[in-house]
C-alpha cells in the first residue's frame, strides 16, 4: 500500500498536490509552482518520496530528507500529503509511522517538522499522538489563506536515544 | 566596508569559509564541500549575500534569502562568517545590524535562524544583544567537531510590528 512514488504518481498525485498549495493553510510553498518545479521539491531533492495508494488511486504521498548537512544530517524532515477525499482514513497516520521506520532504517536518530501552521489542528494532534513534541513557536510565521498571518510550530520527535546516537 | 560579494571576493574568503565549515562548531553544512558547492549555497540560492571589507580584506560575509516560500516568505534567513584573525571587531554585529536594514528593505517582516548551536555562545549573547529571542530548542539538534550532540536553538527577531505587516 505504501510505496516509492514514480514519475507517473506524481502526473496522477498533481491535482491534490496543487490543490493544496493553492489553498495556502498548510506547506509553505509556493501556490504558483508549475509541476515541473513541485516535481523537483518533492521528488527529486530529497532522499525517498513514497505514495500511499488505495485501491489503485494515489491517496497521499510524503518525503524524506535530511533536514541539514554535515553536522545538522542525522536529523530527518518529512512532508505529508493526503487527498481531500481520502481522509478521515488514518491515512497521514500510516504514512508518518511508514516514514518512522525509514528514518531508522536510513540511520535518522531524531525527526523535525520546521513549520506546522498552528491552525492545523488535525496534524498538530496527529504529531502529538505519535510522539512529536512542540519544540519552538515561529510568531506569525505563516500567512493563512484565509486567516492571515498565524504562528507555525517546529516539532520534533527522537527516533533513539542519546546512548544510541552518541 | 559592506558590499556585495563578487565570485572573486568568494575565492578569497574560501579559505576562511572552509576553515568554519571544517571545524564543525557552527554551521550544518557538509565539512567536504568544495568551492563550487560551497559558492552555490552561499552565493546562489541566496537573494544576496554581501562582505565586510577591512582595509582591502574580506573579513566577513553574510548572506539573505527567504526562509520559506509561499505563505513563509515573509520571514528572511541569514548566515553570517567572520574570519579568525578579525574576531573581536564587531564585525559580525556590523553584519546582523546591516542585513536587518537590507530585510527591511527587501520587505521581510521577521528574520530567523533556523539553528544556532547553543555552544556557540559568543553568538547566541550577541544575537540575543541584538533583539533575537530564542523560540526553540532542538534536542541535540547538532554534532559538534569537539563536544559531540549538543542543542541547537531557533532563534528569531520580529522586524515590523504586527500592524505593519497585517
Same mark, same amino acid.
Not at 518545479?37 to 530529497?46: R, T
Not at 488505495?54 to 541539514?68: C, R
Not at 496527529?126 to 512529536?132: A, I
Given at each position: 500500500?505504501?510505496? $516509492?512514488?514514480?514519475? #507517473?504518481?506524481? $502526473?496522477?498525485?498533481? /491535482? @491534490?498536490? *496543487?490543490? @493544496?498549495?493553492?489553498? =495556502? ?9 508549475? *509541476?515541473?518545479?513541485?516535481? !523537483?521539491?518533492? %521528488? $527529486? ?7 500511499? @495508494?488505495?485501491?489503485?488511486?494515489? #491517496?497521499? #504521498? ?5 533536514? +541539514? ?6 536529523? %530527518?524532515? %518529512? ?10 482514513? +488514518? ?6 509511522? !511508514? /516514514? =518512522? ?5 536510513? &540511520? ?5 517538522? &520546521? /513549520?506546522? @501552521? #498552528? ?8 504529531? =502529538? ?14 500567512? !493563512? ?6 504562528? /507555525? ?8 536515544? !542519546? *546512548? $544510541? %546516537?552518541?
Amino acid at each position: 500500500m505504501i510505496r $516509492e512514488m514514480t514519475k #507517473s504518481d506524481f $502526473e496522477s498525485f498533481w /491535482s @491534490v498536490f *496543487s490543490g @493544496v498549495i493553492q489553498a =495556502q493553510e498548510t506547506y509553505a510553498f509556493d501556490p504558483d509552482m508549475t *509541476s515541473d518545479e513541485a516535481y !523537483h521539491l518533492w %521528488c $527529486e531533492i530529497p532522499l525517498k518520496t513514497y505514495v500511499f @495508494v488505495d485501491n489503485g488511486v494515489v #491517496s497521499g #504521498s510524503y518525503y524524506i530528507k535530511p533536514n +541539514g548537512m554535515g553536522p545538522g544530517k542525522h536529523i %530527518c524532515n %518529512c512532508g505529508y500529503m493526503v487527498a481531500d477525499e481520502a481522509r478521515g482514513k +488514518g491515512i497521514a497516520r500510516k504514512m508518518c509511522e !511508514h /516514514s =518512522q521506520q525509514q528514518a531508522r532504517l536510513l &540511520n535518522f536518530d531524531a525527526m523535525q517538522f &520546521n /513549520s506546522v @501552521v #498552528s491552525t492545523n489542528e488535525v496534524a498538530v494532534q496527529l504529531w =502529538q499522538k505519535l510522539g512529536f513534541n512542540i519544540i519552538g513557536t515561529i510568531p506569525k510565521g505563516y500567512k !493563512h489563506g484565509k486567516l492571515g498571518y498565524v504562528d /507555525s510550530y517546529v516539532m520534533h520527535k527522537q527516533l533513539r536515544t !542519546h *546512548s $544510541e %546516537c552518541l
